[in-house]
């Protein structure tokens, strides 16, 4: 079993749709959390923290159970530039563990 | 502020032949890391180094991979010889002290391809 799991889409969603993206990790010493954002052929790039009171970005809001070891991303109001793939990054001992990600398309 | 700088781009090898990359950090960050992404994965922690010193390499190929950092800023990766699988994205990371951890800024990254 992965440590950081994900569904890998692709999810294709219009314009203004929202959307939600879930993730688990099966270590329960991992300490923080993140999403990242990685574009086509591009390097992978911080999108935002994850707390466990949960956390809003504009049109980002992420969440975190720790009981069930679960993290989620949701993305509002979609547009066309939110394309790419999210990556679900759990941070155990100073250590970066990526899950495979999940394939977001945007479509008009 | 200049990002993570790193090089080549693109690197076209056979194998068993050697192949290096380079990567210089974002100024100031002690921490760097080597990544190996392959297609359809997600990025996988090869080595760590905290200025000049090694905190984990517990996921590194040392029959064939090495690395050093010898005065703590730059880094370079090296393969020897290199394997058909070995064809990936080398990604170098820096990272600086964040309220969540370390919060980690990559380079554009090395694409592999070895055949």
């Known amino acids: 079993r992965k440590e950081v799991e994900q569904d890998p889409g692709p999810f294709n969603v219009p314009e203004g749709a929202t959307v939600a993206f879930n993730c688990t990790y099966s270590n329960s010493a991992s300490q923080s959390f993140f999403w990242y954002r990685q574009d086509c052929r591009k390097e992978p790039k911080l999108l935002m923290s994850v707390y466990s009171s949960g956390n809003e970005d504009g049109r980002f809001t992420a969440q975190l159970n720790r009981a069930s070891q679960y993290i989620s991303l949701l993305i509002r109001d979609s547009k066309l530039s939110d394309s790419a793939t999210y990556l679900c990054?759990?941070?155990?001992?100073?250590?970066?563990?990526f899950g495979a990600g999940t394939i977001l398309r945007v479509k008009s | 502020e200049a990002g993570v700088a790193q090089s080549p781009r693109y690197k076209i090898i056979e194998k068993r032949q050697s192949v290096a990359f380079w990567c210089n950090p974002i100024?100031?960050?002690?921490?760097l890391y080597w990544y190996q992404q392959i297609l359809g994965q997600g990025p996988k922690l090869l080595i760590q180094f905290q200025n000049n010193g090694v905190v984990d390499d517990s996921q590194l190929p040392k029959d064939r991979f090495s690395a050093e950092r010898l005065k703590g800023v730059d880094s370079t990766l090296k393969i020897q010889p290199a394997k058909l699988e070995d064809s990936a994205v080398y990604l170098c990371?820096?990272?600086?002290?964040?309220?969540?951890?370390?919060?980690?800024?990559f380079g554009p990254g090395t694409r592999l391809l070895v055949l």
């Open positions: 990054v759990v941070n155990r001992g100073n250590k970066l563990v």
């Open positions: 990371a820096s990272s600086v002290p964040g309220l969540a951890g370390e919060t980690q800024y």
């Open positions: 100024s100031g960050h002690a921490t």
